[in-house]
């Protein structure tokens, strides 16, 4: 059984969604007592917005859930597929993109569409809300809250710790 689990949130420009997975993951894993076993990162397929914090709007909503979002982009590394166990996408374009970070075709396996996930939502796919309104980036917080859920379960039954 392994001991500890690296999960890593991917978008596309890693400035609102994959940021704020990894706030509303964060949250969940250390309220089930697991902060120092399960790392998360965020990262982004495209490398626009490279050292930024995450966009104003998404933060702002992130706030009033009472979530600090803290981190900064980065695009992803050749190296993220094979150090991280799981690679959850938010979407089928990410899920695309994210091939060419695996040329050999050797970790695809460990992504998946983030929405797989939900219990709570029928959506496929967590819509990119940066050239939307602010209701955008409240599905996105929706969408998280719910999936995270099933993304705690899924780590606890693949850490052997499933209550
Ligand atoms: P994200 O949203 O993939 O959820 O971070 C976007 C952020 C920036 C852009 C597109 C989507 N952009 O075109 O710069």
Redesign the pocket.
């Known amino acids: 059984m392994p001991t500890t689990f690296k999960l890593l949130f991917v978008?596309?420009?890693?400035?609102?969604?994959?940021?704020?997975a990894e706030g509303v993951m964060r949250r969940v894993i250390d309220e089930a007592g697991l902060t120092e076993t399960v790392h998360i990162d965020s990262a982004?397929t495209?490398g626009?917005?490279t050292g930024k914090r995450?966009?104003q709007r998404?933060r702002t909503a992130a706030a009033a859930r009472g979530l600090d979002l803290t981190s900064l982009?980065r695009q992803v590394h050749d190296s993220d597929l094979a150090n991280y166990d799981l690679v959850l996408v938010?979407d089928r374009s990410?899920h695309l993109d994210i091939r060419t970070f695996d040329r050999e075709k050797k970790h695809l396996e460990k992504v998946r569409l983030f929405c797989e996930f939900c219990t709570d939502h029928e959506e496929t796919e967590?819509p990119?809300?940066?050239?939307g309104g602010p209701e955008g980036f409240e599905k996105?917080l929706d969408l998280l809250e719910d999936g995270c859920a099933g993304v705690l379960h899924h780590i606890q039954q693949r850490l052997g710790k499933a209550a």
């Open positions: 978008c596309l420009g890693n400035i609102c969604r994959s940021p704020a982004g495209a626009w917005h995450a966009d998404m982009a938010m990410n967590v990119d809300p940066y050239y996105v």
